[in-house]
């Protein structure tokens, strides 16, 4: 039961970073790629249908953990105290913005919406990349089960220092999480647009392919130095596959096959990062010290627990997939004017 | 004030209160979408007051519905972030109807709100009918998840407690029906009818005391004032009587509490108002009803009921004032509200509604009444359970996280202060301003923006 739980919840993790992930980036991006309130409406239009049902995933991946490794929730919720707080601070932002900014016509109104909508969606992917960086790095887990982290220590710590949230290592992972789902939007954007946004759409995803590539190098560098962490055998297949897709990503969208562009992009994130699921397990939370990890068997929840959630989990599962083939079916066009009229 | 348990409880207070605020309305206004399309589709006759009213309340529900998602967020990270010692004891048995809610309701929730909001022109009366059905089923899942949550921390079943100290799940649909989780589902989803009628008869008082859009105001002061008259009656019979009585059965320390009741002892009275003086354990310029409180709880005027004497002072609920005010406050706009709504439907019956401007005027002040009542429910729930986090096993003062201390715990509270004074005057100023232009000509379009 424990290897499925875990693959669940990476599952569940997994899809909020490729589904919210397209989101974000698109959010981020669009003070630049939307000029105009039409442009803008374009954008929100693209997204409109799909970023609640994508941020849901967070919920539910949340949920998972709590329903199956309650401690590890526990414990890496309260060390990242913090850091929990402004990831929430900014999706609370960011969802009033994109639900608020049409409501009233004034351009004031709507410039300052835009601008939240904007930042809030880089600082998620950011956070979101810095906590990856601290799973990969690793936490101060001690003899005790709990930790605390303090946001910044020494950002170029020796060895032995006491880590902190925001280091040399786990910013670097972040700017890579900003640069990935920045392409990653790009290409969602590409897809859904027409006209000028989905001109400058492609360009952005052709302007950070590069810059993307560069700092990935960079962060599989620095993962095996830093955080003295090499992929498994699956892992490494699985990192293999999602360099693969990067490029059929770039490939297809130079040959202007939008939606494979964003497929392969998807895929590029889903794969890279169950090589690095595939490469943590059984470990859930990796300590600093390389000898107090948190493994998901000292975490899980009693047998009779994850055997009676596994049925209705799959059940569940199986409608989210129907709700999603449906919102893909419906909205599988491109957006039209008639999408982006005023409520 | 270095005690960090208390940041921590009051963060949690405010901010599931907040919350409550809005899911409240969700919960109410998802029914009165429902029957208003309900009632236009059967009478059949095109784009009529009805149809206009439904559109008129869909595009509060969205707004409403917003805030609600973006509000809820922080109470689910709270478990992990600020009570971790309980997640760690108890997240192995309440992580499986919180992770149930994500699972079953959210993704529905999210699915078919867009349709709602956005969906009608795209498709048929029935299959928008359809569309508001499933936002009703999905709501009101969700809320039974949470009350099933809040239920084991109430009334802890179907669970055992491993050598470790831990609980794991013994029994999940023993967890799952848990009795106190279908009573309290009971009452809580009746007192957010009580929000939602009162909502909607407020703002067709409004409307009809300010000649607006008379149609549209009959439709939602008929519709409003009905289910008002059935939920505030059934709010507190049978379904708060039987809270009172599950609450009498397990948790006697919490009805002693809130009735202020310091001594034990036959034909207990119920208490009209008076300010329990715990240092002096008395209830200070009380307004008694005899034998009242014995027959509430027990069902005999001369039932023994146990008073806070009987029970060591360590098991006394901590905050004892304000659960004490909290649920005579819930009980007391309880009554209030089943006068009005019985005195609206005797009027709307005779057909005066629309001409008692008086009564108009009182509906339409009236709408805080019921958050304040729902918000009292929970406080005098979540009160009355201390000093328990899991009632009876795990005490809350073990609940907290060991890491956090009262400096960040207190951050975050400002935090939130903060961002919900905003979030708070932006809804009002929203929903005053759909108020004020009145129900939609047209059906939004789909999309978004």
């Given at each position: 039961m424990i290897p499925l739980w875990y693959s669940l919840a990476s599952l569940a993790l997994a899809a909020y970073v490729v589904l919210d992930g397209f989101d974000l980036g698109a959010g981020a991006l669009h003070l630049w790629i939307a000029r105009t309130d039409g442009e803008r409406r374009a954008v929100l239009g693209a997204i409109g249908p799909w970023w609640d049902g994508n941020e849901v995933w967070l919920i539910a991946a949340a949920g998972t953990l709590m329903l199956a490794f309650p401690t590890a929730l526990a414990v890496a919720f309260s060390g990242f105290y913090l850091a929990m707080f402004l990831v929430v601070w900014a999706l609370i932002l960011r969802g009033t913005a994109i639900e608020l900014?049409?409501?009233?016509?004034?351009p004031l109104w709507r410039a300052f919406w835009d601008f939240v909508f904007s930042a809030a969606s880089g600082v998620l992917a950011l956070l979101f990349g810095v906590a990856l960086g601290n799973l990969l790095r690793?936490?101060?887990?001690?003899?005790?089960?709990w930790f605390t982290l303090a946001?910044?220590?020494?950002?170029?710590?020796?060895?032995g220092d006491p880590v902190g949230l925001l280091d040399v290592y786990t910013v670097t992972v972040g700017v890579v999480a900003v640069a990935a789902l920045l392409h990653h939007g790009a290409l969602f954007l590409a897809w859904k647009t027409s006209g000028t946004v989905n001109a400058r759409a492609r360009l952005a995803a052709g302007r950070t392919l590069p810059v993307l590539a560069a700092l990935l190098v960079l962060a599989y560098v620095a993962t095996a130095r830093v955080a003295r962490l090499t992929p498994s055998p699956l892992g490494a297949g699985l990192v293999v596959v999602s360099t693969c897709a990067l490029g059929a990503s770039a490939l297809f969208r130079r040959r202007s096959r939008e939606l494979a562009a964003f497929l392969a992009s998807c895929l590029f994130l889903a794969t890279a990062l169950a090589g690095v699921a595939a490469t943590l397990y059984p470990t859930l939370l990796r300590s600093s010290d390389g000898a107090h990890d948190l493994t998901a068997h000292a975490a899980a929840a009693e047998a009779y627990s994850l055997g009676t959630a596994a049925p209705w989990y799959f059940v569940s599962l199986v409608l989210v997939a129907g709700y999603f083939a449906n919102l893909f079916r419906m909205h599988r066009g491109k957006v039209t004017t008639s999408d982006t009229s005023d409520p | 004030m270095g005690d960090a348990l208390f940041w921590h409880r009051l963060q949690f207070g405010f901010t599931a209160v907040f919350h409550y605020l809005f899911p409240q309305l969700t919960l109410g206004l998802a029914l009165v979408i429902v029957l208003v399309k309900a009632l236009h589709l059967r009478r059949?006759?095109?784009?009529?007051a009805y149809a206009r009213t439904a559109r008129f309340w869909i595009r509060v529900f969205g707004i409403n519905f917003v805030v609600g998602v973006v509000t809820g967020i922080p109470l689910e990270m709270q478990f992990g972030t600020n009570w971790a010692r309980l997640t760690h004891t108890a997240g192995g048995v309440i992580g499986q109807t919180l992770a149930m809610e994500g699972m079953f309701a959210f993704f529905l929730e999210s699915t078919f709100l867009g349709l709602l909001v956005f969906g009608e022109k795209k498709m048929s009366p029935k299959a928008h009918l359809g569309v508001a059905v499933a936002l009703l089923v999905g709501s009101w899942l969700s809320g039974y998840f949470i009350v099933a949550t809040n239920a084991f921390l109430q009334h802890p079943v179907g669970y055992v407690t491993l050598p470790d100290g831990r609980l794991a799940l013994s029994d999940f649909w023993v967890f799952l029906g848990n009795p106190w989780a279908l009573v309290q589902y009971a009452h809580t989803l009746l007192a957010a009818l009580v929000t939602g009628a009162f909502v909607v008869s407020a703002v067709g008082a409004y409307w009809t005391l300010s000649g607006a859009h008379p149609a549209e105001a009959r439709v939602s002061l008929r519709v409003g004032v009905t289910l008002g008259l059935v939920a505030t009656l059934m709010v507190a019979f049978p379904t708060g009587d039987a809270q009172a009585k599950l609450v009498a059965a397990h948790q006697p320390t919490a009805l002693a509490a809130m009735e202020g009741r310091f001594e034990s002892g036959t034909n207990a009275s119920l208490t009209l108002i008076g300010q329990p003086n715990v240092k002096e354990k008395r209830l200070d310029n009380p307004i008694h009803l005899p034998g009242v409180l014995s027959f509430v709880a027990y069902?005999?005027?001369?039932s023994f009921v146990h008073g806070l004497?009987?029970?060591?002072?360590?098991?006394?609920?901590?905050n004892i004032e304000l659960l004490y005010y909290a649920f005579h406050v819930m009980v007391g706009l309880g009554t209030l509200m089943i006068l009005l709504m019985a005195l609206a439907t005797v009027q709307a019956w005779r057909g005066k509604l629309e001409r008692s401007r008086a009564l108009l005027w009182v509906l339409m002040l009236a709408v805080p009444f019921p958050y304040i009542a729902n918000s009292a429910g929970w406080m005098t729930t979540e009160l009355g359970r201390q000093p328990w986090l899991v009632y009876g096993v795990f005490r809350t003062e073990h609940g907290?996280?060991?890491?956090?201390h009262s400096g960040d715990a207190l951050f975050t509270l400002l935090g939130f202060a903060g961002l919900y004074l905003v979030l708070g005057l932006l809804y009002v100023f929203l929903i005053g301003r759909e108020i004020a232009q009145g129900p939609p000509r047209d059906a939004s379009a789909e999309g978004h923006a």
């Open positions: 900014r049409s409501h009233l016509a004034s690793g936490v101060p887990l001690g003899g005790e089960r946001l910044f220590t020494s950002f170029a710590p020796h060895q | 059949g006759q095109g784009d009529d069902g005999h005027f001369g004497d009987e029970y060591p002072e360590s098991t006394w609920p901590t907290a996280s060991p890491t956090v």
